[in-house]
């Protein structure tokens, strides 16, 4: 499952033209297919920031960004025609990239778990790790059970944030990624879910959404996408149009933002 402005990016701001220091840089990077550049910038920022779990949770999404594009997912899971995001299609993953993915995960909860309780980047890295590892079971596993767990928890983990800092957009992509991907599963599975403790409404999914696009910060792009795919879903070309336009000006290296706008043009 889905699985990323106060981050507010400029096409003129490209990766690579100037020292890349920040968390900032790097998910920009990433936006752009940049992945060695990404984690140059998180090593870099690491240096000043070695007990934060930031650092090793971007890694992680720098490895399975770096994945989703080798591998051609988001086109054909994000853009496919079908009803869902869930094919049965086999992928051979990387071996070497998936160690380095578990390991960054690991560090993201070894240190999220000796930060403060209350530490609100803490309680985002255990969103983004649970996310993150959800993302890589359904999209390249093909373990739609298992990540269902692990969505469940990236949404938990993301209310018990946001009570504390309403204010922490990026946590919203949680709680929209579980509810608007649930919401697309036939009515019998979605009272299923619900039973299990799972959230499935569409609306309540796009509301939050909305929220991390407009007001998110290394998610802010990620979310723009998705509302991208689901104004297509929705056949809604205008929405989707408006939404690609923004992400090929801001991302001009990524291929996907071009393509897929190109085809709606």
């Given at each position: 499952m889905k699985l990323l402005l106060a981050f507010a990016f400029t096409a003129a701001l490209g990766c690579g033209a100037s020292p890349a220091n920040s968390l900032e840089d790097a998910y920009h990077c990433m936006y752009n297919l940049q992945f060695d550049a990404a984690h140059q910038a998180i090593h870099?920022?690491?240096?000043?920031?070695?007990?934060?779990?930031?650092?090793?949770?971007?890694?992680?999404?720098?490895?399975?960004?770096?994945?989703?594009?080798?591998?051609?997912?988001?086109?054909?899971?994000?853009?496919?025609?079908?009803?869902?995001?869930?094919?049965?299609?086999?992928?051979?993953?990387?071996?070497?990239?998936?160690?380095?993915?578990?390991?960054?995960?690991?560090?993201?909860?070894?240190?999220?778990?000796?930060?403060?309780?209350?530490?609100?980047?803490?309680?985002?890295?255990?969103?983004?790790?649970?996310?993150?590892?959800?993302?890589?079971?359904?999209?390249?596993?093909?373990?739609?059970?298992?990540?269902?767990?692990?969505?469940?928890?990236?949404?938990?983990?993301?209310?018990k944030l946001l009570a504390l800092r309403p204010d922490y957009y990026d946590a919203y992509l949680a709680v929209g990624v579980e509810n608007y991907l649930l919401s697309l599963r036939p009515a019998a599975v979605r009272w299923l879910l619900r039973l299990s403790g799972s959230e499935t409404d569409k609306q309540v999914g796009l509301q939050k959404l909305r929220l991390t696009a407009e007001r998110g910060h290394y998610l802010l792009p990620f979310a723009r996408l998705l509302l991208a795919v689901a104004d297509l879903r929705d056949k809604n070309r205008d929405a989707a149009r408006g939404e690609l336009r923004w992400l090929t000006a801001q991302f001009p290296a990524n291929r996907l933002f071009r393509e897929e706008f190109a085809k709606i043009q």
């Amino acid at each position: 499952m889905k699985l990323l402005l106060a981050f507010a990016f400029t096409a003129a701001l490209g990766c690579g033209a100037s020292p890349a220091n920040s968390l900032e840089d790097a998910y920009h990077c990433m936006y752009n297919l940049q992945f060695d550049a990404a984690h140059q910038a998180i090593h870099e920022w690491e240096r000043s920031h070695s007990a934060s779990p930031l650092g090793p949770a971007a890694d992680a999404a720098a490895d399975l960004f770096a994945e989703f594009d080798r591998l051609h997912i988001l086109q054909s899971e994000f853009f496919a025609e079908d009803s869902n995001f869930l094919s049965l299609h086999q992928l051979s993953p990387d071996p070497r990239q998936k160690q380095e993915f578990d390991q960054a995960l690991d560090q993201t909860r070894k240190l999220a778990a000796s930060a403060p309780s209350a530490d609100p980047d803490a309680l985002f890295a255990q969103v983004l790790a649970f996310g993150l590892n959800s993302d890589y079971l359904a999209l390249i596993e093909k373990r739609n059970f298992a990540a269902l767990s692990e969505t469940k928890q990236a949404r938990l983990a993301a209310d018990k944030l946001l009570a504390l800092r309403p204010d922490y957009y990026d946590a919203y992509l949680a709680v929209g990624v579980e509810n608007y991907l649930l919401s697309l599963r036939p009515a019998a599975v979605r009272w299923l879910l619900r039973l299990s403790g799972s959230e499935t409404d569409k609306q309540v999914g796009l509301q939050k959404l909305r929220l991390t696009a407009e007001r998110g910060h290394y998610l802010l792009p990620f979310a723009r996408l998705l509302l991208a795919v689901a104004d297509l879903r929705d056949k809604n070309r205008d929405a989707a149009r408006g939404e690609l336009r923004w992400l090929t000006a801001q991302f001009p290296a990524n291929r996907l933002f071009r393509e897929e706008f190109a085809k709606i043009q």
